[in-house]
């Protein structure tokens, strides 16, 4: 339940984070703006976010020393990796204010459970069956296939993932999976995707982003497209309840994350949740009043939560290593001079230290007035990048 006592953590204070990747890196820009000092805790020496900020403890999220550390340097932890061991930030939790909770970061990890709640909250998800054993395998219903076999755990950037059209072909997958728990599902006919990002105080208080159109490639986020008439407003208000509706079912602080499937038919299916912030809201650094990363540091804090307002028309563009590569044999990086010279175009690269193909290494939010106008320079800057 939700906690009305909790007192502000004010400016001065320190806050931590688990996990070192781009949203850490993005978070610590945000406290550290606001005047908090900031902590991170993870493993890898040239960590994106362990490279900014004042603290970095250097261990595994399984140990407990470095645990210890990073509750003795902060005022409140959150996370940034959603699958940091739930245990670890209940261990947190004993200490200091830890947002979101164990118990919500444990749901969005097991698709199983994921999926369970959105049946609990009345929200329509993709038709399923879970697979743990053999004879879960062999009693599926026919009517899943074609469909997709996702690892229960651990997937990301669909990684962990096996398309299926037969029942041969699902027990092959599942076996070439490691008969690891699992969840099929059926295939539908995409329209379109979308997500939308809550943030959600430890008072029951909930606020949220404009909802976001998100195009995917391979199963990798490739660019989202925020501006009004980006999607029906039927669709988008439809979105925005069941995103609350999932946060309040969890009892959820901190900043979540839905992700939504629009079928051909116009019906809205959630997809999967993020309990932290997410690649398709980094278009709010540059074009809403309020970040995604900023609300994350007033939902930990205990600070008031705002309604943000979208100033300007927003397309966000990956940048995955892949560019890195694919550009002129003599160029190691994009022509970011020529992106620059566009007007709305906002550069943020991770600082990670090598680039691979799949990657994301950075992304570029371009503004403008209007949705005619980012359409163009988005068109612009993705010529460039080639
Ligand atoms: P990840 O954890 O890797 O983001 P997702 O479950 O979101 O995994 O799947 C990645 C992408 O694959 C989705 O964004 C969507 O484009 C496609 N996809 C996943 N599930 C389905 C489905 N049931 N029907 C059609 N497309 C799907
Ligand atoms: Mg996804």
Sequence with gaps: SSQPGASVILPGATLGVLGGGQLGRMFA????????????????ATSPAGLVSHHHVRSGYEDPQGLAELARLCAAVTTEFENVPAAALNQLALSLPV?????SVAIAQDRAAEKAHFVKCGVPCAPYAVIETAEQLAAVNDALLPGILKTARMGYDGKGQVR???????ATAWAELGQVACVLEKMLPLAHECSVIVARSRQGAIVNLPVQRNLHREGILAVTEVYAGNLPAAQAEQAIAAAQSVAEGLDY??????EFFVLESGQLVVNEIAPRPHNSGHYSQNAL?????????RCMANLPLVQPRQHSAAIMLNLLGDLWFTNSPTAKTPAWDQILALPGCHLHLYGKVDAKRGRKMGHLNITAATPEQVRATALQAAAILG
Aim: charged share 20%; with cysteine; net charge negative.
């Design 29 to 44: 820009h945000a406290a550290q703006s606001m005047g908090y000092f900031t902590a991170v805790l993870d493993a890898d």
């Design 99 to 103: 947002s979101p909770a164990g118990a």
């Design 164 to 170: 299926v059209k037969t029942r041969e072909e699902l």
């Design 253 to 258: 602080v901190g900043v979540l994350c839905v």
């Design 289 to 297: 009043d309020v970040s995604q990363f900023e609300l994350q540091v």
